[in-house]
């Protein structure tokens, strides 16, 4: 089901999601993920389990967030966004757009099992990507 494409992304979510933890048991990631890079979901899901058995993040959840990319037509000269990739004009049908954005990859934050998403939690990974992790 899972692809070497997200079984990649996973393990690199997985590397980050260690490092915030610190030892303690993970039980949610939140990832925000361009829509260029082409993750789907269902395989990102089931990429994420496998490599998450026997660490602090076994059965976590992962939020996956595919944020769009804006899509500039050079035929009629629309301004849109899209979360397809591989997307065409929709006013016009042309293929001739050029691409801005869509190819982030951020870990936005980790919960932990001992805490929750709580602002100002003076352990930090609450939820807030500008807080300390």
Avoid: K, W
């Avoid at 899972?2 to 260690?18: K, M, R």
């Avoid at 030892?23 to 496998?50: K, N, Q, Y």
């Avoid at 058995?53 to 804006?70: F, K, N, S």
């Avoid at 929709?90 to 990859?105: F, H, I, K, N, S």
Wanted: hydrophobic share 40%; aromatic share 2%.
């Amino acid at each position: 089901m899972s692809d070497v494409h997200e079984f990649g992304i996973a393990e690199a979510v997985l590397d980050a999601v260690e490092r915030r933890a610190h030892g303690r048991p993970v039980r949610r990631a939140r990832l925000r993920a361009g829509a260029l890079l082409r993750i789907a979901p269902p395989a990102m899901d089931h990429a994420f389990a496998l490599v998450t058995e026997g660490t602090v993040a076994e059965g976590a959840t992962l939020d996956l967030v595919i944020e769009p990319v804006r899509l500039n037509c050079r035929e009629c000269g629309l301004t849109t966004e899209s979360d397809d990739a591989l997307a065409v004009c929709p006013a016009c049908g042309g293929v001739d757009v050029d691409t801005e954005g869509g190819d982030r990859l951020v870990l936005e934050y980790i919960q932990t099992a001992e805490e929750s998403h709580v602002p100002g939690h003076p352990r930090g990974d609450r939820g807030d990507p500008a807080g300390p992790h």
